[in-house]
């Protein structure tokens, strides 16, 4: 049986297919070819979470640099000094490397466990894997209003989740910055797609940047009016996380707004933009 799982845990050769190999085909063969599954589910996916979260970051960082940016920040304000971004980046980092790389050396046995393939040949279609993507959005979603609206019970909140309401204007980096029960409990929101959907190591990757980019994008500080996640049906975006961080409650869901609306969560934020514009309006009139 050890002998076994320690075959199991060798590079894949593969088989180049006849000439004309794209450079991502390349690459892919050449790491099934040169590393173990351990390697690639443990470390790989480590590397690829932190330089995709940095990369999705970096836009709300460097906008802060430019004034004419500021039209599209939300709560302006609230500028985020050098001292917050200090402060979020020291615990996220710590959270990354003792909690999430920890967790993807559980991908590796999950992986192991549920005989994922890792090979090129059998790698889903993109749409598929996109449809995929989309359900476990819709999975985490619900996990996360209930057990993120469980966090702001006055019992535990100061416990847990007060850590992550640090940041009244939040910025891209806030996303990740969370108490590590937190981590755990909200990322457990994760594994829903994975045990649905999970066909290949290429939906490991592709789900956790969706989600990555999806929570940077809503704790950004920023909303643009050309923004490709809007094409999303019923996504709350960044406007309506904002306000969760500024007053504290209501808007508990993620990503879509359709758990706030139904459990009436989302009233104080109607309520809000409702008079912002009627106050924009009256101004206009006179
Ligand atoms: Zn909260
Ligand atoms: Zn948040």
Not at 26 to 33: C, Q
Not at 113 to 123: A, G, K, R
Not at 199 to 212: E, G, N
Request: with cysteine; aromatic share 20%.
């Amino acid at each position: 049986m050890a002998a076994e799982s320690v075959l199991n845990d060798l590079p894949i050769v593969e088989n180049a297919t006849d000439g004309g190999m794209g450079a991502f085909e390349e690459g892919w063969r050449y790491m099934n070819s040169n590393y173990s599954r351990f390697q690639i589910s443990t470390y790989m996916s480590a590397c690829l979470h932190i330089v995709t979260y940095f990369l999705f970051c970096s836009p709300s960082f460097i906008f802060q640099f430019f004034r004419f940016m500021d039209r599209y920040k939300i709560q302006q304000d609230k500028p985020t000094t050098w001292d917050q971004e200090w402060k979020c980046f020291k615990l996220v980092i710590a959270n990354q490397v003792l909690i999430q790389t920890p967790f993807f050396s559980g991908a590796y046995f999950f992986c192991q466990y549920m005989n994922i393939p890792f090979d090129y040949e059998s790698m889903p279609v993109w749409y598929m894997t996109l449809a995929h993507c989309f359900g476990s959005l819709v999975l985490e979603d619900a996990w996360h209003y209930f057990l993120h609206r469980a966090l702001h019970h006055k019992s535990i909140y100061k416990y847990i989740h007060k850590i992550h309401h640090n940041f009244q204007a939040p910025f891209g980096m806030t996303a990740e910055y969370a108490h590590p029960m937190e981590t755990m409990i909200l990322g457990m929101g994760f594994m829903w797609g994975m045990l649905l959907f999970c066909d290949h190591l290429i939906f490991l990757w592709c789900w956790m940047c969706v989600r990555l980019i999806e929570t940077i994008d809503v704790h950004s500080g920023y909303d643009f009016p050309i923004n490709p996640l809007h094409v999303i049906p019923f996504y709350g975006g960044a406007r309506f996380h904002d306000f969760h961080h500024k007053n504290f409650n209501g808007n508990y869901s993620s990503t879509f707004t359709w758990w706030d609306k139904i459990f009436g969560t989302d009233m104080q934020y109607k309520d809000y933009y409702a008079k912002l514009q009627d106050q924009k309006t009256e101004k206009k009139a006179n």
